[in-house]
């Protein structure tokens, strides 16, 4: 096969183009804005490596059992390689509670169960070093890709290559396939709707920020014991979590609600990002003085939203000779670690549509419907739990918000039935995994009769029957935090009722419409 194929972007969308397509034998050119890596390490690569292009390059990054099983059977060299530049596997023993260690079996999947952490400049810094030494892909660098070039065919609106600006001045490159790979800033599919592509979209705010800092152990000192106190967590108002990375250095992030003003503010100061993480029982171990120090400042992210593009609809193609990858057609909210694996999948899907057929319509139609069946379930149920995710914020900053009876038995039956079933049984923890980790249907494990009905036999059980399986509590409530950091608990909660009461107003005056 000696098609020619540009790849915009060499990112974890791009490399993972070129992970899934080099094999076949085309001709792969990928068109990089960025410098490339320096030379050297991963900590060069960390303090050194100038990436405009991923904004979120710096924040915690890991790869699910869906990608890192992808790279083990596809490409175990590029695996050594990961392993060897110090990137971590953590596998299905670590995720264990004192209760399933009790009567833990090891069994074959539980091979399947591993995740590839580290940091986000290692992994593309090693992946990218490995697609280079494929003869027939080239990373162009500083290349920046201007348009696309399209022109009517009889078969629709074709994408024919892509106007470039490098060193050498502005030109056209052309190729049979491009392949948008240039994240969620990619004009690419707005310059597509605008010569006419019949583009549908729908997207929506995941209502959340991100907030990151990376921290390096001290000389001789190992990461703290898995302990009783979870090293994730949910209060409502702020997520949390710890990311073990490569070479003796991890993450912490923080994720706050989008109507948390006053703490969103505060918490870029990295004194008072330690000072929430101090008051984390789970995350204590991690930022003592004597474990480890803060190595960065704190990086942001925000403006985050749930996008979901069809590039063909009734099986008819918008656009041909073009696809998108990564979040240049599918965006979630990061908190579910799943953008790098939903490109990873896309990628091979694309691989193997485009090795069964060169008709370019039926390529757009069977990769947009695989790509459906495949990722729209993880998709739906993400940014379902996004909106709930919003609704709870608005109501912890609503003092008179009582819950309904329905919203207090779904949230016993997930915290007293099916969190309880996960942490007390080894095989309902495999299942629940497996979907988590898009190795199947992301609720296909509950749908089970037979684990629902062990779910169900947890729900009902005693409160004392069932303790060993309640983990800690994860941090403090929010008056308490907010307190202890030098903020006003009222200030935001003041914002929402005054929000609350001209909104009503407006829907009295009929200038706004009710949802």
Not at 56 to 85: G, K, Q, V, W, Y
Not at 101 to 127: F, G, H, I, N, Q
Not at 154 to 175: E, F, K, Y
Not at 380 to 389: H, L, V, Y
């Amino acid at each position: 096969m000696h098609e020619r194929v540009l790849v915009i972007g060499s990112g974890i969308a791009g490399l993972c183009a070129a992970l899934a397509l080099a094999p076949t034998g085309r001709d792969i050119v990928i068109l990089e804005r960025d410098p490339p890596p320096p030379k050297g390490d991963p900590d060069t690569a960390f303090d050194d490596w100038n990436r405009r292009g991923v904004g979120h390059l710096r924040h915690s990054h890991a790869f699910l059992a869906r990608l890192r099983t992808l790279i083990r059977d596809e490409h175990p060299r590029l695996l050594a390689d990961l392993l060897s530049a110090g990137c971590r596997e953590i596998g299905f023993e670590s995720m264990l509670t004192d209760l399933h260690k009790a009567d833990y079996r090891p069994e074959t999947v539980d091979r399947d169960l591993v995740v590839l952490t580290s940091r986000r400049t290692t992994l593309e810094l090693v992946m990218r070093r490995y697609v280079e030494r494929w003869p027939n892909v080239r990373v162009a660098s500083e290349t920046f890709v201007r348009k696309l070039l399209v022109q009517h065919d009889p078969q629709g609106l074709r994408v024919v290559g892509v106007s470039v600006a490098d060193a050498a001045g502005p030109r056209d490159v052309i190729g049979d396939l491009v392949i948008d790979a240039g994240g969620r800033t990619s004009p690419g599919i707005e310059q597509l709707v605008e010569a006419g592509a019949p583009i549908l979209e729908e997207t929506e705010t995941c209502g959340i920020l991100y907030f990151t800092r990376h921290y390096r152990l001290l000389p001789g000192v190992s990461e703290p014991p898995r302990g009783k106190a979870p090293g994730t967590g949910d209060l409502g108002f702020l997520k949390f979590g710890v990311f073990p990375a490569d070479n003796g250095c991890f993450s912490i992030t923080l994720c706050v609600p989008e109507i948390e003003m006053e703490l969103r503010k505060a918490i870029v100061a990295p004194e008072v990002f330690d000072a929430i993480c101090a008051r984390m029982p789970g995350l204590v171990p991690w930022i003592d003085p004597a474990t480890a120090q803060g190595v960065s400042r704190v990086f942001g992210m925000g403006e985050l939203h749930s996008r979901w593009r069809d590039l063909a609809k009734d099986g008819a193609p918008s656009v041909i000779g073009y696809f998108a990858l990564g979040d240049s057609l599918i965006r979630t909210n990061p908190l579910y670690g799943r953008g790098c694996s939903f490109a990873a999948v896309q990628a091979y899907l694309l691989r193997d549509v485009l090795v069964e057929t060169d008709d370019p319509v039926v390529r757009m139609v069977d990769f947009q419907e695989r790509v459906t069946r495949e990722l729209r379930p993880y998709y739906t149920t993400m940014r379902d739990q996004d909106r709930s995710a919003i609704k709870r914020a608005q109501q912890t900053l609503t003092p008179s918000f009582r819950p309904s009876l329905k919203s207090r038995v779904l949230k016993s039956f997930m915290e007293d039935g099916v969190s309880i079933a996960i942490r007390s049984d080894t095989q309902l923890l495999r299942q629940a995994l497996r979907g988590f980790h898009m190795l199947e249907h992301p609720s296909a494990w509950l749908k089970k009769p037979g684990n629902l009905a062990k779910v169900l036999g947890y729900w009902v059980a005693g409160r004392q029957q069932k303790a060993a399986a309640y983990p800690p509590k994860p941090g403090p409530d929010r008056e308490t935090l907010m307190r202890a950091i030098g903020l006003e608990p009222e200030a935001d909660m003041l914002k929402v009722a005054v929000t609350g009461s001209k909104t009503r107003a407006a829907l009295r005056e009929g200038v706004v419409q009710a949802p």
